[in-house]
């Protein structure tokens, strides 16, 4: 898990914190998923775009948008404790 951070980190984030479902009904504003992106230390400048076209190249991850975009196929990733990771 380690190498796909530190290869991809838009990868390494969504396998950290996400379980990718390939279900469209799971989904997950843009702007918030790339916001909390952003407040992960990941040592690195990403563009919202460049962010959008990584994780877009994941597979079973689409984009689909209604008023606001969504990214689908994502759910929480939840712990032992049935709690949020990323809360």
Do not use: P, W
């Amino acid at each position: 898990m380690e190498y796909i951070a530190d290869s991809n980190v838009v990868l390494g984030f969504i396998m950290d914190n996400y379980i990718i479902t390939n279900n469209d009904k799971d989904r997950i504003s843009s702007s918030e998923l790339f916001a909390e992106f952003k407040d992960k230390d990941r040592g690195t400048k990403m563009t919202a775009s460049k962010f959008k076209e990584d994780i877009l190249n994941i597979g079973g991850i689409t984009s689909k948008k209604i008023s606001i975009v969504y990214f689908c196929g994502l759910r929480v990733r939840v712990n032992e404790d049935n709690n949020e990771i990323n809360e």
